[in-house]
């Protein structure tokens, strides 16, 4: 059999581990740091077996994908670059790719890299909070590089459908980066703030389904998601002045007291909504 290595077994990282078992003729082996991760996968299943020695997980692996926090990846790979098995492919899970695809370029010749953003999550972490139909009906980014082999690119196109992704879209990082600080970065921003109002305790037990929609994932990881938004500063900040601007601009419209504009602007807003939501061509190429 040949090995598949996934290491740090959190919510994603676990969860890859159960929607791969199976997957070709791979051995899934979880490594991560903490006992207790390990303990509690290997008494669940996550993958065939896991282990805390990331060493001796990695140096033999066939393919090697990295589920720890951003900083935690670009680390590995400049600590362990000379320990991955020549032809190997490495991947990763994160949700930045631009920070990830620069510190990949210190791998050695010979070692494959082909950055990975499968489009799935929920607001808790931890292996005790991953499940293997994760992944149902999420895109699955990937950001080769040049050289990568065809057989690699394949690869990650038939795990993307092992483990239920809708599809395979390849991008560029910066591209990649760009679509996540809108549609996921700035959403918890926004959720976050939305909760730094004192009417957050005040209306506690009146919250209505649009409310717990748009504040769910403000119970997110902090110390990843802190990560994440330092790590994607340019697009997101860009897209928060994008934000309070429109804000400003419902502020703004609201102060007139004129019902007839205000339902127009609403109207353009809304009419945007039902077009996003019609079939289109995909942003991605």
Not at 128 to 137: E, L, T, Y
Not at 212 to 224: C, E, F, S, W, Y
Request: hydrophobic share 40%.
């Amino acid at each position: 059999m040949r090995k598949f290595a996934i290491v740090g077994i959190g919510l994603i990282g676990g969860s890859m581990a159960i929607a791969l078992k199976g997957f070709k003729d791979f051995k899934i082996v979880g490594a991560d740091i903490s006992a207790e991760s390990v303990e509690y996968a290997n008494a669940h299943g996550v993958g065939d077996e896991a282990t805390t020695d990331i060493c001796a997980a990695i140096k033999d692996a066939d393919v090697v994908m990295l589920g720890m926090d951003p900083q935690g990846i670009v680390d590995f790979l400049h600590e362990h670059k000379d320990d991955f098995k020549p032809g190997c492919l490495v991947t990763d899970v994160c949700g930045v790719k631009e920070a990830i695809m620069n510190a990949a370029e210190c791998l050695p010749e010979g070692v494959d890299f082909i950055g990975c953003h499968p489009m799935a999550g929920t607001e808790f972490s931890g292996v005790q909070n991953a499940f293997g139909d994760m992944f149902k009906a999420s895109h699955l980014l990937i950001t080769p590089r040049e050289g990568n082999t065809e057989e690699h690119l394949t690869l990650m196109e038939e795990l993307g459908e092992y483990i239920g992704c809708r599809d395979v879209v390849r991008t560029d990082p910066r591209e990649h980066d760009r679509l996540l600080a809108y549609t996921s970065q700035m959403m918890h921003i926004i959720a976050l703030s939305i909760c730094d109002d004192d009417e957050l305790f005040i209306c506690k037990g009146y919250e209505g389904t649009s409310f717990r929609g748009a504040t769910r994932v403000a119970a997110l990881d902090v110390p990843l998601w802190t990560q994440l938004f330092s790590l994607n500063l340019p697009a997101l900040t860009e897209f928060l002045d994008n934000l309070i601007e429109n804000l400003t601009s419902y502020r703004e419209e609201l102060g007139k007291g004129d019902p007839v504009t205000l339902a127009s602007k609403i109207a353009k807003s809304a009419d945007r909504k039902r077009a996003v939501d019609l079939p289109g061509p995909d942003l991605l190429h």
